[in-house]
């Protein structure tokens, strides 16, 4: 992967972390879907034009008062159930101490 800062990184949405674990496994494996648009900005080596960039449909919810009973990328989320709307997804593990909250596997 060449030269890093860090061997890990955290990834928040709204204030609360959403992924957590080593870099590697992080661009290579991202768990949630956050985590994926956000590494779908990156720059990428190609013709210009060609776009792999993830665009998230939706409105943010608020940051100033967010309902702790819902997920705060809820309705921004490609992957969201309905889950999503009513419990807030707690941290899971997916092994080599990559950690991502999301209800789905």
């Given at each position: 992967?060449?030269?890093?800062?860090?061997?890990?990184?955290?990834?928040?949405?709204?204030?609360?972390?959403?992924?957590?674990?080593?870099?590697?496994?992080?661009?290579?494996?991202?768990r949630h879907p956050y985590t994926r648009a956000l590494l779908s900005c990156a720059p990428a080596p190609g013709p210009v034009g060609?776009?792999?960039?993830?665009?998230?449909?939706?409105?943010?919810?608020?940051?100033?008062?967010?309902?702790?009973?819902?997920?705060?990328?809820?309705?921004?989320?490609?992957?969201?159930?309905?889950?999503?709307?009513?419990?807030?997804?707690?941290?899971?593990?997916?092994?080599?101490?990559?950690?991502?909250?999301?209800?789905?596997?």
């Amino acid at each position: 992967m060449g030269w890093l800062l860090a061997d890990r990184m955290l990834v928040m949405y709204l204030g609360r972390i959403v992924a957590m674990g080593s870099v590697n496994d992080a661009f290579e494996r991202p768990r949630h879907p956050y985590t994926r648009a956000l590494l779908s900005c990156a720059p990428a080596p190609g013709p210009v034009g060609v776009s792999r960039r993830i665009r998230l449909s939706g409105k943010p919810r608020s940051a100033v008062n967010p309902d702790p009973d819902v997920c705060r990328f809820s309705g921004r989320c490609p992957e969201g159930v309905e889950r999503c709307t009513s419990e807030m997804p707690m941290l899971r593990s997916f092994g080599g101490g990559h950690v991502a909250a999301r209800h789905l596997a």
